[in-house]
Nanobody, 118 residues
């Protein structure tokens, strides 16, 4: 069973930066590198929003709301993906979730809180 553990959330002032990490366990490196990895966020009363995704072939895509401010990368040797967030805004405040997708399966982390103060 694949397990995802997010870290790196916290409190930051507007304009600041944070780097979130998502470490995958319970899978081999050869499987991990095939996984499409994504970051979502959710605020109370709203649907979970896809922010960024990186495929096994390292193709990245971003939501318009974070394009140019967030950068997603992966280190297949460490079974880890990173979301570098800069120029953070109060509206970026949310719980951030890591997602792994392969074939018909989806896996989720427990989420990490990001709070951006104005």
């Amino acid at each position: 069973q694949v397990q995802l553990v997010e870290s790196g959330g916290g409190l930051v002032q507007a304009g600041g930066s944070l780097r979130l990490s998502c470490a995958a366990s319970g899978t081999s490196g050869s499987i991990f590198r095939l996984m499409s990895m994504g970051w979502f966020r959710q605020t109370p009363g709203k649907q979970r929003e896809l922010l960024a995704r990186i495929t096994g072939s390292l193709t990245t895509s971003y939501a318009d709301s974070v394009k140019g401010r967030f950068t997603l990368s992966r280190d297949n040797a460490k079974n880890t993906v990173y979301l570098q967030m800069s120029s953070l805004k109060p509206e970026d405040t949310a719980v951030y979730y890591c997602n792994a997708h392969i074939l018909h399966d989806d896996y989720w982390g427990q989420g990490t809180q990001v709070t951006v103060s104005s």
